[in-house]
């Protein structure tokens, strides 16, 4: 998974003024030239009591690079958020397709609610990658031969998996992010245990990694307070 941080308009001081205009007006914008180190009580604070709308004044834009499978999930997410995702209908689309590496744990255990992954053997990892291999071959094979033939795009895309790569910019907010995170990572912080797809977790952690470096403050108050958005 790919994940850049493409532009921003981010930090922790973004939260204060914008709390800080309910009580204090116009002197609320000498927040903007302060340290917030200061005032991480009232980030805290904020964050505890669930009082969201100062978390919303800051933007985030990252491209992303996934298999299809996690777009279609991610794109659950709509309030705060803003995609543009490539196009199969205007472009040639690359062969390029996701294949779980070893460490991804294959046998689900269990049912819904109560459900756990568990490691695969040898044998299972050698069926799912020769599978899924030798069927994106056949897939893109097809796809090709479409194209060639003269067929547009639009309609020979629709011979490719799930598991084929895309990519898409995505821009958000730190409270819609807290938001996405809540349901799309395990964390032992966490006060309501989430089961994602390692997939698009795996989006969602390196997305919190380049979050947590321009907002420390908001992301330690986040995980303070059991992950759970504002």
């Known amino acids: 998974m790919t994940v850049e941080l493409v532009k921003h308009s981010a930090s922790d001081s973004d939260v204060l003024w914008a709390a800080r205009v309910s009580t204090a007006g116009e002197q609320s914008l000498e927040e903007v030239s302060k ?22 004044h800051n933007s985030m834009t990252f ?24 196009s199969g209908r205007y472009r040639r689309l690359d062969p390029v397709f996701y294949v779980p590496a070893e460490e991804r744990k294959l046998v689900q255990q269990g049912r819904p609610g109560k459900y756990e992954f568990v490691a695969g053997t040898p044998e299972q990892y050698k069926l799912v990658s020769e599978a899924m291999a030798d069927s994106y071959r056949q897939s893109y094979a097809a796809y090709q031969e479409m194209l060639e033939a003269g067929v547009a795009r639009e309609v020979a895309r629709a011979t490719l998996p799930v598991g084929l790569y895309s990519s898409m910019y995505a821009t958000c907010n ?23 797809q390692r997939e698009i977790e ?7 990694q380049r979050w947590a470096s321009l907002m420390p403050l908001t992301h330690a108050a986040f995980n303070a307070n059991g992950r759970i958005a504002p």
Request: hydrophobic share 35%.
């Open 63 to 86: 491209f992303i690079s996934a298999p299809l499978f996690v777009f279609r999930e991610f794109h659950r997410h709509r309030v705060g958020w803003s995609y543009n995702e490539e």
């Open 35 to 56: 340290d917030p180190e200061r005032s991480k009580g009232l980030i805290n604070y904020l964050m505890r009591d669930r009082h969201g709308s100062p978390f919303e």
């Open 202 to 208: 795996m989006v969602g952690e390196l997305m919190e």
């Open 174 to 196: 730190a409270r819609s992010l807290m938001h996405f995170l809540g349901l799309r990572t395990q964390h032992e912080q966490a006060k309501v245990p989430s089961f994602p």
